[in-house]
């Protein structure tokens, strides 16, 4: 993931007193998002005065998300979501969470994928040959990193 998109975001020179609390949640929930998903940016787009239709509005909008020369297709984030690993003789699937908390991973092997589930989000990642057969045993998430050990199970 390169970026983050907040949209609808009520702009600052709306200063009617009915938005106050919209302002105070809208901030309070951008603050979150940025933490949540820091390292990566978060680029807010206004709540427009009108719906985004058509060649112009499409280009206002890329002027928003868009600094002048920066190349909307351009991968900004190279880090692999997963790798597999033998660590000391155990195969070990080493999956980038950096948006989770312990608590909150569940995962269970399907067939030859190893599921990984956080709230709604769920993630199949298909396992190697050499890693088809074996079971999860083991689970820890640390430094944002879950390490899945795969075992014989008997």
């Keep these: 993931m390169d970026a983050v998109i907040v949209n609808r975001v009520l702009p600052t020179e709306v200063m009617d007193a009915w938005f106050n609390e919209w302002h105070t949640s809208q901030n309070t929930m951008?603050?979150?998002?940025?933490e949540y998903f820091a390292p990566v940016p978060v680029k807010k787009v206004p709540l427009f005065a009108h719906e985004v239709l058509g060649k112009q509005r499409l280009e206002d909008l890329a002027r928003v998300l868009y600094a002048e020369g920066e190349d909307?297709?351009?991968?900004?984030?190279?880090?692999k979501p997963y790798t597999f690993g033998k660590q000391n003789g155990v195969y070990e699937i080493r999956v980038l969470l950096p948006f989770a908390t312990k608590g909150e991973v569940e995962l269970f092997k399907?067939?030859?994928e190893l599921?990984?589930?956080?709230?709604?989000?769920?993630r199949h990642i298909g396992l190697p040959r050499s890693m088809a057969a074996l079971l999860p045993s083991r689970a820890k998430l640390e430094s944002k990193v879950l390490t899945v050990e795969m075992k014989e199970i008997p």
Excluded: L
């Design 30 to 34: 951008v603050h979150e998002i940025e």
């Design 72 to 79: 909307p297709s351009a991968v900004t984030r190279t880090e």
């Design 110 to 112: 399907k067939g030859d």
């Design 115 to 122: 599921v990984v589930q956080i709230g709604t989000f769920r």
